[in-house]
């Protein structure tokens, strides 16, 4: 028994290498094993989005047609204490109103208008030149001649053609400054003011010859537009005294002119015929009455200057007539 074990443990010394002769083996001769691969470190959050999303524009670039550009830290410091100022345009000095225009005295009027059986007065009337012939006219309103100034009936362009025998305009300014003339001249379809318009509600008579020396009014030959400054020279009831009115122009037509007052107050009745006028003071048209609009402005309307041109300027002065021979002679 004891033999055999001594024959095993011989055996068993010659077959197994021995600690020191493992430790001494050369690496070239150790078996190899593939090394487990280790798991990646995450990397951190930024690079792996990166790496994970598509390529892609920066943020600033693809928002750069919507995004608001950047605010200067000078201002966006201290925004609400210092407001980036606008630049508007350069104020433009603001245009001077027109001033009431200087008129010369004595060309304004209180007419009576002459029959062989009464005399009979109404309203205002002007005193206007035409430039070419140098002759001089009194422009009154058309219907003065009718119940509106307290007769019957209104009269007809013939019938004041054939009954008024002379216009006397008594100056506003000084009563003993005249004005006489003796030929209606039209218009020959003078109508009262209406619907239509107040462009035929005229009566104009030519002043007698020698006249054309007196202070006179000139027609404007350009209607007014909305906007323009005018004033009408009256004379004011239970009054010595004559003034200028202001308004503005409101409302334009070929027929009719409208303004609006300054003075919603005023107390101007029985001033119709008073001539509009410019701030040159020409006249752009002829005063009829007042009217009150929705807003309580006061309002007037007037018969336009064109109108009483084309019926100065179609009036041919009746050539005088060479006196018959007598049959005596």
Request: charged share 15%; with cysteine; proline share 12%.
């Amino acid at each position: 028994m004891k033999l055999w074990l001594a024959l095993s443990a011989l055996l068993i010394s010659a077959t197994v290498p021995s600690l020191a002769q493992v430790g001494s083996r050369p690496s070239s001769q150790m078996p190899v094993r593939a090394a487990t691969p280790a798991a990646a470190a995450p990397a951190p959050a930024a690079t792996a989005n990166k790496a994970a999303a598509p390529a892609q524009k920066p943020a600033a670039a693809t928002n750069a047609a919507t995004a608001p550009a950047p605010v200067p830290p000078s201002i966006a410091a201290g925004a609400e204490e210092r407001p980036v100022p606008v630049q508007g345009p350069t104020p433009q000095a603001t245009a001077p109103q027109p001033t009431a225009p200087q008129l010369p005295l004595n060309v304004v009027f209180r007419p009576h208008y002459l029959t062989t059986d009464i005399a009979h007065y109404a309203g205002l009337c002007f005193r206007v030149r035409q430039e070419s012939t140098q002759l001089d006219f009194l422009v009154a309103p058309y219907f003065v001649f009718g119940p509106a100034a307290e007769l019957k009936e209104q009269m007809t362009p013939e019938q004041i053609s054939s009954v008024v025998v002379a216009a006397i305009g008594v100056s506003i300014n000084d009563p003993i400054k005249l004005a006489i003339a003796q030929r209606y001249i039209g218009p020959g379809d003078a109508r009262v003011a209406d619907a239509k318009g107040a462009e035929a509600d005229l009566a104009i008579f030519q002043l007698t010859a020698g006249s054309n020396a007196d202070p006179t009014l000139l027609l404007d030959p350009m209607p007014p537009i909305n906007g323009d400054r005018v004033w009408i020279y009256v004379k004011y009831p239970g009054s010595q005294k004559a003034g200028l009115e202001a308004a503005t122009i409101a409302w334009v037509s070929p027929t009719e002119i409208r303004y609006h007052f300054d003075n919603l107050k005023l107390n101007i009745g029985n001033t119709a015929g008073a001539p509009l006028l410019s701030p040159e003071g020409t006249v752009v048209g002829m005063h009829l009455g007042t009217f009150r609009g929705k807003t309580g402005n006061l309002y007037g309307f007037a018969c336009p200057s064109l109108a009483i041109r084309r019926v100065i300027d179609n009036y041919s002065q009746p050539k005088p007539q060479k006196p018959k021979k007598s049959l005596l002679n």
